[in-house]
């Protein structure tokens, strides 16, 4: 690919009756990378992955998914979990696996092959045989997710793909697009649970109100908001306040500071002189959902983990 991006959006706007939903969203993906859509529920995930894959015409801007104007055109190259779950009740695991796979050109006997390794790696082997109707919803999910990328597709686009599985079950799936994305494979996934995108993504955009609000790595998120240090005095006393930051306010038994612009050195340095000695101190690095609440605003949180 000449310019190495598997999805390209510009300008990407969809109205349902005269809302505006999605207003203006650009989106830039570029090939074997794990890329996040992050943003609160009702932000406009959804109705955005759907213009992408062209399940939804968008009313402006336009996209190309593998260099063509129409995503239907590439559909064999990519693998799609949408948000609504649903495989037939009456198939078993490996059928369903396999039937999905026929629908995008796999060679049935082939499918169930490949369906019985994936269950097998999704820690699923013992429900191969299991009729759809016999699993839990979340197992019904990894069987459907398993479907979705048994052709080995190009491109993963799976919506709020952990939102419904256990611990156990979450891990198994994050090790898995991780394993996609060593095949070669592009992952594009909408979440509003920032610990998973914090662990996978390489690059993520974050959209609240139709809008996109940030683009950018996991650390280009965090550097929205400044670090905090925390120290902790090995002898308090009269005098220590005066050597710490202006900003110093108590914390446990020391004190949280903003990391001064010219580092923490200094500050050591004052309260060595002073006797005041090193008990503990730490660097406080904002995690992504730092970051989010910072970008999208606490109106705006909706119920994002
Ligand atoms: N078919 C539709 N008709 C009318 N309104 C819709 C339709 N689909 C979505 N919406 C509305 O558009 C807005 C964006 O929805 P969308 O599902 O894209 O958000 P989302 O970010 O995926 O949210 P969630 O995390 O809750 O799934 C919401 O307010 C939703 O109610």
Avoid at 69 to 90: C, F, H, K, Q, T
Avoid at 108 to 131: F, I, N, P, S
Avoid at 158 to 173: H, I, M, T
Avoid at 202 to 212: E, H, P, T, Y
Wanted: glycine fraction near 12%.
């Amino acid at each position: 690919m000449a310019d190495d991006l598997v999805v390209r959006a510009s300008g990407l706007c969809k109205y349902f009756g005269d809302r505006l939903v999605v207003d203006g969203v650009d989106l830039e993906v570029p090939q074997g990378r794990i890329y996040g859509v992050l943003g609160p529920n009702g932000a406009g995930k959804t109705t955005t992955l759907r213009m992408l894959l062209g399940i939804l015409e968008p009313d402006r801007g336009s996209r190309t998914i593998f260099g063509h104007a129409n995503p239907r055109a590439v559909g064999d190259r990519i693998g799609y979990l949408p948000e609504e779950r649903g495989l037939y009740p009456a198939m078993k695991c490996r059928e369903a696996i396999a039937f999905m796979g026929a629908l995008r050109g796999l060679d049935w006997k082939e499918g169930r092959a490949r369906a019985g390794d994936l269950l097998e790696a999704a820690g699923l082997g013992h429900a191969v045989d299991d009729k759809i109707r016999k699993l839990s919803k979340g197992m019904a999910q990894l069987v459907q997710l398993l479907g979705s990328i048994v052709h080995r597709p190009d491109l993963i686009v799976l919506d709020e793909p952990f939102s419904g599985l256990d611990p156990v079950n979450q891990e198994r799936l994050e090790a898995l697009i991780r394993a996609e994305q060593e095949r070669g494979a592009t992952i594009v996934f909408s979440t509003h649970v920032m610990a998973h995108a914090e662990r996978l993504c390489d690059r993520l955009a974050i959209i609240a109100g139709g809008r996109r609000r940030f683009e950018g790595t996991v650390d280009d998120a965090r550097a929205k908001l400044p670090m905090h240090a925390l120290y902790t005095p090995r002898v308090a006393g009269n005098g220590l306040a005066a050597l710490l930051p202006a900003d110093a306010v108590p914390a446990g038994d020391g004190f949280r500071f903003l990391l001064p612009a010219d580092g923490i050195e200094p500050v050591l340095e004052r309260v060595m002189k002073g006797g005041h000695g090193i008990a503990g101190l730490s660097i406080e690095r904002p995690s992504l959902h730092d970051a989010f609440v910072r970008i999208v605003g606490r109106d705006n949180m909706g119920d994002v983990e």
